[in-house]
């Protein structure tokens, strides 16, 4: 697996795993020994960076991540994220009551992950959201803070605008920002990135596989349980989710010359955006987990980078990418 480096602190594998949907959101989640054997066998192949949080579960992500890389805890880098205030009704995200990136609370959820998780150190603490009503300079303080006390590594941020990394990372040094990225997703393009490059922060593309529909393996909203994630989300509802499968079918044309399939040639295009931009695609089947990591692998020219690009242009997805009340979480 190839490797790629951010800053001084953190060196991590070329793709990571996303580790939510293992503990539900997407198809209820899965075993915890089968989601066990899945962060292993990723080790195995050279994966070395896992992406949870405490909101995933919640709380129960962590706790699953911690178990399956207990043994491995040197060999890999793990992230996860505070900035949310969880309350004690309803069950999975749907438990989320706010915001909340106080210092003091900052501080607690480091100390709370860290218990979960069963390690010495978060490798890499990212804020999930910018929380509004706390000047993002206070967040990065309280994260040099932790990082002083040798309880965090790495500061990162998630969907954070331009004006705000810039902002933090004149407090303490931003490592990595993560974002939704992926050919339907487009939008770090015209600041993010370019801002990530001037600073020399990682970036980290999640749902990089557009929550699996560009994989080409989501072809009928039917198919998806009842409690999946998916279902409210609006580029999978009615005439958008059928006019999104038109952009799958063209990719998995253009993957097939490549003798790739659509998965491989969605996660080898982000990483021939950059050298700081390492996927953390999701799974939680060992076979999809093989094949998402064959796509460090694909080389793709100038030429059919710039095919890809044309057949799937920025902008070409109908819907938005989030329900309008988690647009309003996003900082922009």
């Known amino acids: ?48 960076l896992f992406d949870t949080a405490e909101v995933y579960g919640p709380f129960e992500n962590e706790k699953v991540v911690g178990k399956g890389l207990k043994d491995v805890r040197d060999k890999v880098v793990i992230a996860t994220k505070f900035g949310f205030r969880i309350g004690e009704e309803g069950t999975g995200l749907s438990r989320i009551a706010g915001l909340d990136s106080r210092p003091d609370h900052v501080k607690a959820v480091a100390d709370a992950s860290l218990k979960r998780l069963g390690v010495d150190h978060i490798d890499l603490f990212y804020q999930h959201r910018v929380d509004p009503a706390v000047p993002i300079e206070d967040v990065a303080g309280a994260v040099a803070e932790l990082v002083q006390a040798g309880k965090v590594r790495a500061f990162g941020l998630s969907e954070a605008s331009a004006a705000t990394i810039r902002k933090a990372h004149a407090v303490h040094p931003v490592s990595a920002v993560q974002s939704e990225y992926s050919l339907w997703t487009r939008d770090p393009e015209a ?54 499968l038109a952009l799958v079918a063209t990719l998995e044309d253009l993957a097939g010359r490549k003798n790739a399939t659509a998965a491989q040639l969605a996660l080898a295009w982000l990483l021939h955006q950059d050298d700081a931009i390492v996927p953390i695609p999701g799974t939680r089947r060992i076979a999809r987990l093989e094949e998402n990591v064959a796509a460090a692998d694909i080389v793709l020219s100038e030429e059919e980078l710039a095919e890809i690009g044309a057949a799937i242009p ?19």
């Open 191 to 244: 600041e993010v990135l370019p801002v990530c490059r001037e600073l020399g922060i990682g970036f980290v593309p999640y749902s990089p596989l557009g929550r699996g529909f560009l994989s080409g393996q989501v072809r009928d909203l039917a198919s998806l349980p009842k409690d999946d994630y998916r279902r409210s989300s609006p580029r999978f509802q009615g005439e958008a989710f059928d006019a999104n």
């Open 1 to 48: 697996m190839q490797t790629r480096q951010w800053g001084r602190t953190l060196k991590v594998s070329a793709i990571g795993i996303g580790c939510m949907g293992m503990t539900g959101v997407y198809d209820g989640g899965q075993d915890e020994a089968d989601a066990i054997r899945t962060l292993r066998r990723a080790v195995e192949i050279g994966v070395t």
């Open 314 to 332: 920025s902008g070409a997805v109908t819907g938005a990418r989030y329900t309008e009340a988690n647009l309003a979480m996003l900082d922009r």
